[in-house]
């Protein structure tokens, strides 16, 4: 085995050590969650109140009196279905059920990603790290194509460099610890990108490169953005592959791999009158079931373009941006005293870096969307390092860039340790710490999650609540299926959560388990609208024995509530910090008769 290849595990090893290593750690705050949700049972709903989806539209269960011949006069609630109102408008008759197009995407996203995590939680159960593995998965991977990438483009020794930084950096190591798509939009074009660079030598690779990009697609429509890279490319290069059967081939593969999604958007348009939730948006077609629009509101191009900087140092090690500053000024001088050789040696990373600045300047600049940028940053650090390193072979200066490698090495690895790894970083941001780490921080939703796991292990519920969709009594009806095969003991309990909590958390830690588990889980004040209609011993009569109250510590109980809960000790959840951040009550119901 060579030192290099020697080397370049010992990297992959190092990669994989970052990003597996406390991978449940880090809350479930942000997106992930609404993938993991659905992908959880490959079901297009999340709780959304203000985002529905086709499955709720053509639920026979919830629109079970909008079904058939459209009458002359029809309930509110119907009209308000856009697919009532729009077959209402062309004068067909609206048939309940979910179509077969529906199962072929989400309403706002493909479904390869959903899917993958669907593997990984029926293999590894249903938890933080199982939902995120496929993402650390293809974290490693990513590590290993920029290798591959990198040697294509330069030389074995700037991909090996580029590559360790990669691999250390912080960016690529938090969308890897994280459920969202961009760890997937990463690996995707670095495969692209390498079969396409490979196609130029081998014109089959291109067939693969096609496979790569329709595929990619099914993870996310951002990976597109590989097209315009590719074809500005030829256009600068190589005009001559536009004459090969084998790329139109590459570009017929890709559009069939990703015709779900044409056929998709061809029935949605049918059905309601325009594309899915982000086709809609970019060819700015109205969809007013959908009034909130979230990751749309991203400001005015100014506001974007003057964000970029800002979010840039917020995501990324200080010393990762002077090594990619001083790149950039090398790369600068090198076209202009050498421009041909320049541009024919870095052109595609220039052109690469190019398009992905003009997407955010499209899409915006959240801070996952920028991690798309660190592999091709890393890159160039890395090429600028090796070219250091070159020079500096002889005596004290050897010893001297041994030395600051070292240091940056070490530096990088703290860096991104402090802020992902690390349950809270230390120092100040953003020399030590930065302001991604609140993108998945440890507030203390994994230590509730943790408490209704083992309080809610080898059992089920024996009383659940009706549904409103078709889909989800299904999936009730299996969960009760699945705990009475088991064995599982059957309990009358009741969730009742309130307080300050984060929508992505809540839907993970608490409506995960009414949907996919079937508990009875409630929120406090629609706790309090059954009481106030139905009596205060409602639920007691109802049959539920044991009530769980569980309200974050900064949640002032209104004086009913606090009624309710006299004289029961909570039990803290505290986060990893040891701060009090939810307060359970146990409430043991008074003996009474079970409504009929």
């Known amino acids: 085995m060579t030192r290099d290849k020697k080397i370049l595990i010992a990297i992959l090893l190092l990669a994989a050590l970052l990003r597996f290593y406390g991978l449940g750690r880090g809350d479930t705050v942000n997106d992930e969650v609404f993938m993991s949700f659905r992908g959880l049972g490959m079901i297009d709903f999340d709780e ?9 539209w053509f639920d026979p269960l919830a629109w079970r009196d909008c079904e058939g011949e459209i009458p002359n006069e029809i309930p509110q609630y119907c009209l308000d279905n856009p697919a009532v109102k729009h077959a209402l408008e062309k004068g067909e008759t609206f048939i309940t059920g979910i179509p077969w197009w529906a199962r072929l995407s989400f309403h706002d996203h493909p479904l390869l990603v959903p899917f993958a995590q669907n593997l990984s939680l029926s293999v590894f159960g249903t938890s933080t790290a199982a939902a995120r593995l496929p993402s650390a998965v293809l ?53 692209v990108f390498n079969l396409f660079l490979e196609g130029l030598r081998r014109k089959k690779y291109f067939l693969w490169a096609g496979a790569a990009l329709g595929l990619g697609m099914l993870a996310k429509y951002t990976v597109v953005v590989a097209a315009p890279i590719m074809l500005s490319y030829l256009l600068f290069r190589r005009r ?13 593969i890709a559009f069939l791999l990703f015709s779900p999604i044409i056929v998709y958007n061809y029935e949605l348009l049918k059905a309601v009158g325009h594309f899915d939730f982000q086709l809609s948006h970019i060819f700015n077609q109205p969809h007013p079931e959908w009034p909130v629009q ?29 090594v990619f500053i001083f790149s950039l000024a090398a790369f600068a001088r090198l076209l202009f005293l050498k421009p041909r ?37 890393a890159l160039a650090g890395g090429l600028f390092l090796a070219e250091v390193f070159a020079r500096f072979k002889d005596g004290k200066r050897k010893i001297l860039a041994v030395i600051l490698l070292a240091f940056l090495a070490m530096f990088e690895i703290f860096y991104s340790w402090n802020n992902q790894i690390s349950f809270y970083p230390l120092g100040p941001s953003p020399w030590l710490s930065s302001r991604l780490r609140y ?22 519920p024996l009383l659940t609540f009706d549904v409103q969709y078709d889909f ?31 929508d992505g958390a809540k839907l993970w830690v608490m409506e995960r388990r009414l949907v996919y588990q079937a508990w009875p889980v409630l929120k406090v004040n629609t706790f309090f609208q059954y009481r106030e209609e139905q009596g205060e011993d409602y639920f007691d009569r109802a049959g539920f024995s044991r009530q769980y109250f569980i309200i974050t510590s900064n949640y002032v109980p209104e004086p009913e509530f606090a009624r309710i809960l006299k004289g029961i000790e909570p039990l803290i959840i505290r986060n990893a910090r040891g701060d009090e951040v939810f307060y359970v009550h146990v409430r043991e119901a008074e003996k009474t008769p079970a409504l009929k």
Not at 48 to 56: A, E, F, H, I, L
Not at 146 to 158: D, H, N, P, V, W
Not at 439 to 460: H, M, R, S, T, V
């Open 48 to 56: 959304g109140d203000y985002q529905t989806t086709p499955w709720q």
């Open 139 to 191: 974290g490693v991977a990513s590590v290993w194509l920029l290798f591959l990438l990198g040697k294509k483009i330069f030389s074995e020794e700037a991909g090996l460099m580029g590559t360790f930084i990669y691999a250390v950096t912080l960016n690529g190591i938090f969308i890897s610890r994280v459920g969202m798509q961009e760890s997937f939009v990463i690996f995707f074009l670095l495969l």
């Open 240 to 252: 001559d592959v536009f004459r090969h059967r084998e790329f139109w081939a590459s570009a017929g």
């Open 294 to 322: 979230p990751g749309k509101e991203i400001g005015s191009l100014s506001e974007r373009l003057l964000g970029f900087t800002p979010r840039l140092i917020h995501s990324n090690s200080w010393i990762f941006l002077i």
């Open 341 to 377: 050789e320049t541009w024919n040696k870095f052109g595609f990373i220039f052109l690469a870096t190019i398009w992905l600045l003009l997407l955010f300047a499209k899409i915006g600049t959240a801070y996952r969307f920028l991690t798309m940028l660190a592999p091709f940053l």
């Open 439 to 460: 993108e998945n921080y440890n507030w203390g939703y994994n230590a509730l999650d943790d408490y209704l796991e083992k309080e809610f292990a080898g059992q089920i």
């Open 472 to 502: 989800l009594e299904k999936l009730r009806q299996e969960a009760l299926a699945n705990g009475t095969k088991r064995r599982l003991k059957r309990v009358p309990f009741l969730i009742i959560y309130g307080g300050n909590f984060d």
